[in-house]
């Protein structure tokens, strides 16, 4: 159908809809409301659903950047502790020379 007919039958809804019983129109506009409620919630709900999905992503994507980059830094980290460390024992290793050749004079 195209939409000028369903337009034509508009008001053709409108009539039916008032000559209904006073009782079945309340009945019909329950109905409708709850039907519309339903299909909000619903089309609320798979909306959240796809937001949350979303953000789950980004979380995930976020917490694996900085578990890389906990690991690159853990690395750094060590390296350059060892480093240090080299360095701490040449300066002992220094040290005793100095003193060992304070002893000497």
């Given amino acids: 159908m195209k939409i000028n007919e369903y337009i034509d039958k508009i008001p053709k809804l409108f009539d039916w809809y008032f000559q ?5 129109r309340i009945q019909l506009n329950y109905i409708v409301i709850i039907a519309v409620i339903v299909s909000l919630a619903y089309k609320n709900d798979r909306r959240h659903q796809e937001n949350s999905d979303l953000l789950s992503a ?7 950047e900085r578990a890389k ?6 690395k750094n980290l060590e390296f350059y502790v060892e480093k ?7 300066l002992i290793l ?12």
């Fill in 58 to 64: 980004k979380l995930d994507a976020i917490n694996n």
């Fill in 20 to 24: 209904l019983v006073p009782t079945k």
């Fill in 69 to 74: 980059d906990q690991k690159e830094y853990a």
């Fill in 94 to 105: 220094q040290e005793k020379e100095i003193n060992k050749i304070k002893k000497e004079v």
């Fill in 84 to 90: 240090f460390n080299h360095l701490l024992e040449m």
